[in-house]
């Protein structure tokens, strides 16, 4: 039986890979280019209400939204939990608070986590500061977590 | 409208692990509702199954679980990525068209087979809030924490539910946790996500029930031939929260409040409801947004804090409510099952005795 020679062999290079892009859309992938500048971009509603994170259409009615304006990276926190052994997957190795935050500027509250050290620094009412990774993304983790922001 | 009835339920005992693939866990409840029924596989006129391939982490291990009705003769069959309680929704628009007579549900979850906690968070929104990883009690202690802070609720009356939950569970032999400690007990313990203790939380469960439902005639005919009373479903509806967590008030439930109106929960008194509140703050929160006194009877088979197997647990609030109706014991009953994050989503169903 004749054995087929290298160059009669059809060769594909194969690569397990998606092979198409995903775009994040008009709304929430201008909120992650701000996010890569340091900035949190958040949706007017037709009604005035800000939401942070943006959404493309109003909760509430289903209308797009009108435009995306500006909110500030300190927030306050709304209700908030305790890790003590935090999951590989979550975002801070050690423990840390999972928080609603609402930020500045917003009308609605972002989940995040905020690295308080010890649950007796977190408090509902309390002021966090967004800290933004070294290297961003372009994803909600260019937000690595929120720092209590201590009364002065 | 073409009447509906609950004529056969079946479930298996939720476990904490349960030995088997997803096909020998649901097989042996689908035969005990069929042959409850006295219905053979091959004259349903649809099937319905509840599941999620994400427990298992295999895609379309509902397909697998097909064998469990029979490969042969072909089904009319449908499957929904949610709980057991949305596929009996399906199954009942299915049997308005009039066209079929009975139809099969079936719903099964191995939640026991990875983090089921960390698992649950890709549900969430996948850009802002997915990609953080939230544990699915974390997100209930969050909506805990908002209705201790609103001054609706306490912590002794989370672990009241919690306590009333199992105890009541005691009578019911497919329940997983069946006894308490009394509440002081409780709240001695430290918390695992304050303000929420292990109490609070559902337990991890393997589970599987099925339910077969007929229309009109050939639903009084098998109710009869087992000297049972058909739970006919008097209303039932479905009605979904934004899924942007910080957008809702969370110590609400709009959703809820709203099927239990359009399912006509509040047209004739309530003997009993069956709520599927798998941590005990959901379930002061339903009891408001749904207007339940202190006259309806809640959870007597244990709710989801007693055996809360996933994709399972909110039929099975629908199951318990059937049966109560087939053997006298409840004329009226709401049954509820809910969906995704801190009760995002709420299905709201009235069956009563005729």
Redesign the interface.
Known sequence: MATPDDSEVLKAPYALQYTYTRS?GPV?GHF?AGLMAGRVLGARTATGRV???P?EYD??TGEAVEALIEVGTAGTV??????DAP?E???LSRAFG?????LDGAD??????VDAGS?ERMA?GMRVRARFAAEPRG???DIVCFDPVEAS | MVDVAIVAFAQRPSVRNAVGDEVELVQPVIQQALEDAGLRASELGFVCSGSCDYLIGRPFSFVTALDAVGAWPPLCESHVEMDGAFAFYEAWVRLQHGDVDTALVYAFGRSSLG?LP?IL?QQL?P???A?????AI??A???A??LL?GGRATERDFAEVACRSRRAAEGNPNAQLRQSADVEALLGAA?L????RVHDCPPISDGACAMVLATGERARAIASARGRAPAWVAGVDHRID??????RD?TRAPSAKLAAERAGAHRAPLDLAELHAPFSPQELILREAMGLGPQVAINPSGGALAANPMMVAGLTRVGEAALRIHDGRAGRALAHATSGPCLQQNLVCVLEAR
Request: glycine share 2%.
């Open positions: 994040t929430l992650f939401l942070v994170p959404a909760p509430d709304t209700t908030w939990t305790w890790v999951a997957s979550a975002p999972w928080a609603l935050i609402r609605t509250a972002m989940l995040h986590a649950p509902t994803a909600i983790t | 983090s960390i968070s929104d850009y802002t809030v990609p953080l990883f939230p544990d974390s997100l202690a969050l909506q924490r908002a802070d918390c996500r304050p303000p929420l934004p899924q942007d967590l910080g957008s969370l």
